[in-house]
């Protein structure tokens, strides 16, 4: 079966960096356009970041863009997001996920596989 699995998570000061990786299983992942999400408590799931399945396309949220890189690497199945210049506002639980059709990468309903999740606490 599918898994995604994340790590790189953890607690870091403002103005720091962190490294999330998500390492797949069970899919041919170099046809599959990833992305990562993130949900902090008490609000819905939010996009943050997708690329290609070749990764020459990337996509962004607003409120990270020129902070946070996406990218990937087919031959270890694993997809990346540096995070830098964190601010506690970035704080929350982060997925990333499979999808196998392009299209509206900021919807998350549009995505079939999710990992289960890596805590990400920015302090101030």
């Known amino acids: 079966q599918v898994q995604l699995v994340e790590s790189g998570g953890g607690l870091v000061q403002a103005g720091g960096s962190l490294r999330l990786s998500c390492a797949a299983s069970?899919?041919?992942?170099?046809?599959?356009?990833m992305g990562w999400f993130r949900q902090a408590p008490g609000k819905e799931r939010d996009f943050v970041a997708a690329?290609?399945?070749?990764?020459?396309?990337?996509y962004y949220a607003d409120s990270v863009k020129g902070r946070f890189t996406i990218s990937r690497d087919n031959a270890k199945n694993t997809v990346y997001l540096q995070m830098n210049s964190l601010k506690p506002e970035d704080t929350a639980v982060y997925y990333c996920?499979?999808?196998?059709?392009?299209?509206?990468?900021?919807?998350?309903?549009?995505?079939?596989?999710w990992g289960q999740g890596t805590q990400v606490t920015v302090s101030s």
């Open positions: 690329i290609n399945w070749s990764g020459a396309s990337t």
């Open positions: 996920a499979a999808r196998y059709y392009s299209g509206r990468y900021y919807d998350r309903s549009e995505y079939a596989y």
């Open positions: 069970g899919l041919t992942f170099s046809s599959y356009m």
